[in-house]
C-alpha cells in the first residue's frame, strides 16, 4: 500500500502534498491534502485501483 501512496505523493506533487489518510472503504480511500494552489486543506477520494479498472476511464476521473 506505501507504493500506491508514494506514486499518488508522486502524481500529484505540483498540485498537492498529501499529509496523512483520513480513512478508506470498499470503493476508495480518503487524503488529506494541501491544495498548493490555494494554499487550503482538501480532502481527496481516491478510487481503488481495482475497482477504476473495472469500471472504465468515465468513472475514475
Given at each position: 500500500?506505501?507504493?500506491?501512496?508514494?506514486?499518488?505523493?508522486?502524481?500529484?506533487?505540483?498540485?498537492?502534498?498529501?499529509?496523512?489518510?483520513?480513512?478508506?472503504?470498499?470503493?476508495?480511500?480518503?487524503?488529506?491534502?494541501?491544495?498548493?494552489?490555494?494554499?487550503?486543506?482538501?480532502?481527496?477520494?481516491?478510487?481503488?485501483?481495482?475497482?477504476?479498472a473495472?469500471?472504465?476511464?468515465?468513472?475514475?476521473?
Open positions: 500500500m506505501a507504493d500506491v501512496l508514494d506514486r499518488l505523493k508522486a502524481a500529484l506533487a505540483d498540485q498537492y502534498r498529501i499529509e496523512r489518510e483520513l480513512g478508506s472503504g470498499g470503493m476508495a480511500t480518503v487524503y488529506l491534502a494541501q491544495d498548493l494552489k490555494r494554499d487550503r486543506q482538501v480532502a481527496l477520494k481516491v478510487m481503488r485501483l481495482e475497482l477504476a473495472s469500471l472504465g476511464p468515465e468513472r475514475s476521473v
